[in-house]
């Protein structure tokens, strides 16, 4: 049977939504996790139910757009673990403006977190999984990673970066035990699509159930993914026999069953 037993993963965004998911896949896979995010409160949860179930996990504070908070957890996730093995690129955030309103504050937001961390993220971890020639990287880009649509075009921008990103570290990491791949969901059901729909209601006066039927449609989805069906594309990419796949930009379009 396929397990991560022995392996040591860190899961950034791993507090909530598709993250949290992805840390309950990997540790029920036998892997020792280290949830990360901002705030501690849901991440410590997280880590005390998985512990609670028989795992082990930890959970860490940084913002991944910050460099320094970035090496820092590199060293408190290999003091707590020993090493890290496998990466969760997953932190992300969302927002919407037309071109008119969005701000440079924004505009660098959705870089900083969304593309600045993984690169960040990914540089920690690199060369210790060079070294020991096995790594799994796994980025949590989107769609709109690969597509545009309206509103969305700072989003869409760092996710592109992302891919992008993901493409290019496959072809360096050729040879190195380094596999990275992406996974690009369209609307999953999280806090973060929550927070979506709560917009489209305040700028339309539509009903909860009509603004999702309106992004869904809009999205050309027939439903919202679940969370655990992107945790599960992620522990497939992170496992001992996935070792030849890589630089996969997989998609999720709610149409698959899984
Ligand atoms: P959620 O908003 O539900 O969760 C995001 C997680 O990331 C939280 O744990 C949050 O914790 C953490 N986070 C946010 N910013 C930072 C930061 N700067 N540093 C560290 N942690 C951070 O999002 P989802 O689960 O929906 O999304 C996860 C990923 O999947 C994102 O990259 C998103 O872009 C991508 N995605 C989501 C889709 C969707 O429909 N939901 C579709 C396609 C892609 P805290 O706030 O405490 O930092």
Redesign the pocket.
């Known amino acids: 049977m396929s397990s991560l037993v022995g392996y040591n993963a860190v899961i950034?965004?791993?507090?909530?939504?598709?993250?949290?998911?992805a840390a309950i896949a990997l540790a029920e896979a036998g892997a020792k996790v280290a949830?990360?995010?901002?705030?501690?409160?849901?991440?410590v949860e997280i880590a005390a139910e998985l512990r609670s179930n028989g795992h082990e996990a930890f959970a860490f504070r940084?913002?991944?757009?910050?460099p320094r908070e970035v090496r820092d957890l590199a060293l408190s996730a290999r003091e707590a673990m020993g090493r890290i093995d496998i990466l969760i690129?997953?932190?992300?955030?969302?927002t919407s403006n037309p071109i008119s309103r969005i701000t440079i504050a924004e505009w660098r937001h959705m870089m900083?977190?969304?593309a600045t961390?993984t690169f960040l993220c990914t540089q920690a971890v690199y060369d210790s999984m060079a070294e020991r020639r096995w790594g799994r990287i796994v980025n949590?880009?989107?769609?709109?990673g690969l597509q545009g649509d309206k509103y969305i075009s700072a989003?869409t921008a760092a996710?592109h970066a992302v891919v992008g990103f993901t493409r290019a570290m496959a072809v360096e990491s050729k040879g190195t035990g380094i596999t990275i791949n992406a996974?690009?969901?369209?609307?999953?059901?999280?806090?973060?699509?929550?927070?979506?729909i709560a917009r489209i209601m305040h700028h339309t006066g539509k009903s909860w159930q009509e603004s999702l039927t309106s992004l869904l449609e809009q999205a050309g989805q027939p439903r919202?993914?679940r969370?655990n069906e992107?945790a599960e594309v992620i522990l497939d990419f992170c496992l001992e026999e996935a070792l030849g796949r890589t630089g996969e930009i997989v998609v999720l379009d709610g149409t698959e069953t899984r």
């Open positions: 950034t965004g791993g507090g909530r939504g598709i993250g949290a998911a949830v990360v995010a901002r705030n501690e409160g849901q991440v940084c913002d991944v757009a910050d690129n997953n932190a992300g955030t969302a900083d977190v969304n961390g949590i880009a989107s769609i709109a989003y996710k996974v690009c969901p369209g609307y999953v059901d999280t806090p973060l699509t929550d927070e979506t919202l993914i969370a992107v």
